[in-house]
């Protein structure tokens, strides 16, 4: 009786057999007086002449500050006012437009950010914002303020009036 050949040793005889017709004849090893076939000597490709570039813009003009020291946080002495504090706040959606109160605390400045505390009826509401390119900006709002931007960003003033104080009371 034949034993059965196991699949596995059928398959990597295969595998060897079809290896193995793939291969020609070594080019050492062809009769004397015939050529092996050279690779044809192909051009470099050429190099590609791009369109000229045009010129990078240049680099951004300074902001103008608004002259307020980095520290301390002083008045802002109406730039920004109360009121724009609380328009920017009800356009963001942090105060109703239906908002009557007012400005309790500020705008305080220190370089080109402000920080204001608003009476709201849940409690004081505290804000951060920048005058970038002469808009204001709403950075953070709420109870706590002290946000990872303003920790990071914001000039020492501001820092120290948002992070460092105890949280403004009505």
Request: glycine residues 10%; proline residues 17%.
């Amino acid at each position: 009786m034949r034993r059965p050949i196991p699949l596995g040793m059928l398959a990597a005889s295969a595998t060897v057999a079809l290896l193995a017709a793939g291969c020609g004849t070594p080019p050492e090893l062809n009769p004397p007086g015939t050529t092996v076939p050279r690779p044809s000597g192909t051009p470099s490709p050429t190099a590609i002449t791009l369109p000229p570039q045009p010129p990078p813009p240049p680099p951004p003009s300074p902001t103008a500050t608004t002259g307020f020291p980095d520290s301390p946080a002083v008045s802002c002495g109406g730039r920004p006012s109360a009121a724009q504090v609380i328009t920017l706040l009800k356009r963001r959606g942090m105060l109703p437009s239906s908002y009557r109160g007012k400005v309790t605390v500020g705008p305080m400045c220190a370089g080109t950010w402000q920080w204001s505390v608003l009476d709201t009826s849940n409690g004081p509401l505290q804000a951060v914002s920048e005058i970038r390119n002469n808009t204001l900006r709403l950075i953070t709002a709420g109870t706590d303020v002290c946000s990872i931007e303003v920790r990071a960003g914001a000039p020492a003033g501001i820092r120290s009036a948002a992070c460092d104080a105890l949280p403004p009371s009505l």
